[in-house]
């Protein structure tokens, strides 16, 4: 016989798991009071949702810089990956949420993290034209020259995606 997993939703009463969706959407609403108070009482800061997505990726995602900053005050993971493999840092670069990657990288986000297919958060910032996030990325140290799985850097995928702002950006640190 298969002992019951604690994580298991078949396994949790419906109290638990309204409080669970509770708190999922006090973090997509970013509701950093209420978290805090929360997780000051216990709530683990790395809790995730059916998607592998934890409290922090879905702040980060929805661009709420004070839940994030909240969340990792309490230890949140910031490098924690949802079931897609994506981290928070890469979500808030997507979305073009320049606070919350600033908060992400004060929490110690690292900023290589690439996701499956090698994608890192300056190659999505680049990609989607998020200009003043591939600027962040840059003056904290982010690789120019790194490669996603397929060997693309950057620079590739901005001009792929017609990401015009970006792509002039880094052709002109690339030439410095």
Do not use: W
Request: proline share 5%.
């Amino acid at each position: 016989m298969i002992a019951p997993q604690p994580n298991d939703p078949a396994q949790l009463d419906d109290a638990t798991l309204d409080f669970a969706a509770r708190m999922f959407d006090l973090a997509r609403h970013g509701e950093a009071d209420e978290l805090e108070a929360y997780l000051a009482k216990g709530l683990p800061p790395n809790l995730r949702d059916h998607k592998g997505d934890s409290l922090l990726m879905l702040a980060a995602y929805h661009g709420h810089a004070a839940a994030v900053r909240v969340m990792l005050q309490h230890k949140a993971d910031a490098g924690l990956r949802n079931d897609n493999g994506q981290t928070p840092i890469a979500g808030a670069a997507f979305k073009g949420h320049v606070a919350v990657v600033q908060a992400l990288l004060d929490g110690g986000a690292d900023i290589e993290g690439a996701s499956p297919d090698g994608k890192t958060a300056l190659m999505i910032a680049a990609m989607f034209n998020r200009v003043e996030i591939v600027e962040l990325l840059l003056a904290h140290g982010a690789d120019i020259n790194a490669r996603s799985a397929s060997g693309t850097t950057a620079l590739e995928a901005s001009r792929a995606m017609g990401a015009p702002e970006t792509a002039a950006l880094l052709e002109r640190r690339l030439a410095n």
